[in-house]
């Protein structure tokens, strides 16, 4: 049971499960406006390349390097809001498209900058340091996973706490939802649809940027070829699994982090477990509520279907009784 729940393994966890939030928070907003977002993948990629080009040409400056892939994210995003709003192009296909492009523009930039290929790594890179909160450790168990984190994931739960307050607390946030609720109700109510999205989908890209750049200056301090690996789609899965709400959402992550960070700990130890049944216990529950909440849905659909036609029934017997 030690192996399951210790402060190694939560600190872990949340070190994961840091740019699987912020990527899934960009996804959030563009889904409540109706955008299906599946470029995260390639978004991510870019931005993680860029932050190390930039932390390479800036002598090792980590900072720096997190906003360059910040703003290539975003710049990459436009091309994706080119495509789906401007010229209505399918969202699964531009979305796929932006991913193929990711891939194959940081492996031709990465021979053409830099001349060399598979992966490169600084040869010099300042630490980010973490935030040490002693108040903190005094916590049982998450006290020294919580003390020893960097600024960024702290960042990210900020940006749940933001992003729950645009969504529901603020009037631009109104309009995101109405948007995704009625696109032709919201153009009535005076709201521009394509305006909206744009938005949406270029603060998207800025955060999905940012992940990017989290995963390849902080987690491992290196740029590797398709290194983002799924996180991008596991982080639109989170989104699906969380029903859009970003504190849920963010639940959804800190599981998905702490089944990797679980199997990382059983590798380690060397239990003969494979690491990767436990990683896939997640995305079996993920699954089975996704079929749960669809069959849900559907019975709720067919029920008010029923009563619907009930009534009409019932409005029809009076009136041939009048």
Known sequence: MEILFNSTVLASMLRIATPLTIAALGCLLCYKTGVLNLALEGVMLIGAFASVSVVIWTGGNVWLGLIGGTIAGGLVSLVFGLAVVRFKANHISSSIAINMLGLGLTTYLLRALFDTQGQIRPKIIDK???????????????????SSQSPITWLAFALVIACFILLYKTEFGLNICAV???????????ISPERIRWQVIIIAGLLCGLAGGYISTV?????????ISGRGFTAFTAVVFGGAHPV?????????????AVGIQIELIGTGIPSSI??????ILALVSLVIASGTQKLKSEGGL??????????????KQA
């Open 180 to 190: 995704g609720e009625s696109e032709d109700a919201a153009r009535t109510a005076g």
């Open 278 to 283: 436990v990683k896939m216990f997640p995305f």
């Open 248 to 260: 849920f959402v963010w639940l959804v992550t800190l599981l998905l982090g702490y089944a990797d």
């Open 306 to 319: 029923s009563r619907s036609a009930l009534r009409s029934q019932a409005e029809a017997a009076k009136q």
């Open 219 to 227: 987690t491992v301090s290196e740029f590797t070829e398709n290194m």
């Open 128 to 146: 980010m340091p973490s935030w040490d909160l002693p108040f903190l450790e005094k916590i049982p168990v998450v006290g020294k996973a919580l």
